[in-house]
């Protein structure tokens, strides 16, 4: 597989899908092996010195036995660092390599590469599909340059112009460190900083910037490019119905994992014949279908098992109006082969039936002991506070990571660009006001990281806030261990 020229080709056919509107340059480079010293490092610097001026540069990253992966990377125009993500679509090793993370950290020494959330995920063999699917989704996603029409009304155009000062303003301050405790800044830089524009609170997880909704106004007669990815990107028009639909399942694919599959097993298994065990049973049948292990979960064994909820149902007297016509809509989709909507439809369903996951609540339990065992009798600092205040981003500045103000799907926020412990790797944040912790995560801060004078350490803890969006399961498990490791 040529990748840089399967990319080259699909951003030419993206430039011709779209002549009316501008793209930034993109530039695609040869792909980098790991196995060859000094060739990623070659790659970055080429990236960063080759061109000059607003771009976008791709590179590929072979980490070898078809395990493809890559580089995203926007610059803005004075030559700096805009956004840079990783991709990485193989389950079970999606991380961000340390030494592909040292090397960019050394050649782009203000950013921090971050890991972009695939959210279908696939095996080495598809990697370069996967690799390919979401590089071009991103430039899709941010090459297109804004041209808003003259006839837009007065109210449109002085909303923009807003926004282009708040553009200004971000770019003065992106890619340059904020500050960390200990390190100061003067009274001046100190003014610019104002927490209410660069903390979003909105409650959705994406929301579309001003600018695209002005562009979306002024295109009313041409058909409006769309950002939501194909799973085969062609130059094919697809009608936004089955786009929606693909993206749908490609979300529902990802949300199962080798664990998810392993633990509806163990649950199924543990049980004795009722409506919650043949949820259970159809949920793992059903899954092993849209991850293609079709000898585990054949259509057969569907069937059997759909009969037998509908006859523990009856038997158990759950005569509900919505359970009976949730069972309906589940035959009707488990008949056309609907795998995608069986399970989504299977999962409200369990909810019904068992509001709370028993086998859930204990697995979370065993994990969140083991977080309060490294915090039992010493002396710590919880941060406490509703889902999306600011939690972890409070932990990564109080441990000394180095923060700056960026800007994520069209939400300003300020991020960890570089941090000193390992261990807030496992420390994420986001602009939304959607839960990136699900557990205490126990943070041992070093200070002398912090405050020279200092030689001792602290443990400071994240937690799930408030109103937090991870289920019932979660908020009991937390609570319990919690309230555990401040008794001990």
Not at 176 to 198: A, C
Not at 282 to 309: A, R
Request: hydrophobic share 30%; charged share 25%; aromatic share 6%.
């Amino acid at each position: 597989m040529d990748i840089q020229m399967d990319l080259l080709k699909q951003i030419q056919e993206l430039k011709e899908e779209n002549s009316e509107q501008s793209l930034i340059p993109i530039h695609v480079l040869k792909p980098a092996q790991e196995h060859v010293d000094g060739e990623l490092e070659e790659r970055l610097v080429k990236a960063k010195n080759d061109s000059s001026g607003q771009r976008i540069v791709l590179i590929p990253y072979n980490l070898g036995n078809f395990h493809l992966t890559g580089i995203y990377i926007k610059f803005q125009t004075n030559g700096s660092v805009e956004r840079a993500e990783f991709i990485n679509p193989v389950r079970e090793h999606n991380g961000i390599p340390d030494q592909l993370q040292q090397s960019f950290n050394t050649i782009f020494q203000r950013f921090h590469l971050q890991l972009r959330k695939c959210e279908q995920l696939g095996g080495q063999n598809i990697s370069g599909y996967l690799t390919k699917k979401y590089l071009l989704a991103l430039v899709k996603e941010t090459a297109f340059i804004t041209d808003l029409s003259p006839t837009m009304t007065n109210e449109t155009t002085q909303l923009t112009n807003r926004q282009e000062e708040e553009e200004q303003q971000q770019q003065q301050n992106i890619d340059r460190p904020l500050y960390s405790q200990g390190n100061h800044p003067p009274i001046s830089n100190l003014s610019r900083i104002d927490p209410y524009e660069n903390i979003h609170t909105s409650q959705s997880p994406v929301n579309i910037s001003e600018t695209d909704r002005s562009r979306e106004v002024t295109s009313e007669n041409s058909q409006p490019y769309r950002t939501t990815t194909d799973s085969h990107p062609t130059t094919t028009d697809t009608p936004v119905e089955d786009r929606d639909t693909e993206k749908n399942a490609d979300r529902i694919e990802a949300s199962i994992t080798n664990e998810s599959l392993q633990n509806l097993y163990d649950d199924m298994n543990s049980m004795p014949s009722c409506s919650e065990r043949s949820v259970i049973s159809l949920l793992y049948y059903i899954s092993c279908q849209l991850t293609q292990n079709n000898h585990i979960g054949n259509v057969n064994s569907i069937n059997k098992e759909l009969e037998s909820l509908k006859m523990r149902m009856n038997s158990e007297e759950r005569s509900l109006s919505n359970i009976q016509n949730s069972v309906k809509e589940l035959s009707v989709y488990i008949q056309n082969q609907n795998w995608g909507e069986a399970l989504k439809l299977l999962r409200k369903l369990f909810k019904e039936v068992c509001p709370l996951n028993i086998h859930d609540l204990f697995r979370f339990i065993r994990k969140v002991d083991d977080a309060a065992d490294v915090i039992k009798n010493k002396d710590i600092i919880f941060l406490l506070g509703n889902t999306g205040a600011g939690k972890s981003t409070t932990l990564h500045f109080l441990a000394g990571s180095e923060m700056i103000a960026t800007r994520i799907k069209g939400l300003n926020h300020i991020m960890a660009a570089r941090w000193k412990n390992p261990d807030l790797r496992n420390v994420t944040t986001s602009p939304s006001a959607k839960s990136e912790t699900r557990f205490i995560i126990p943070i041992t801060v070093d200070l002398s990281d912090v405050v020279a004078s200092r030689s001792d350490s602290i443990i400071i803890c994240d937690t799930p806030g408030f109103e937090d969006t991870n289920g019932p399961e979660v908020d009991i498990a937390n609570g319990i261990s919690i309230i555990r490791a401040i008794r001990e």
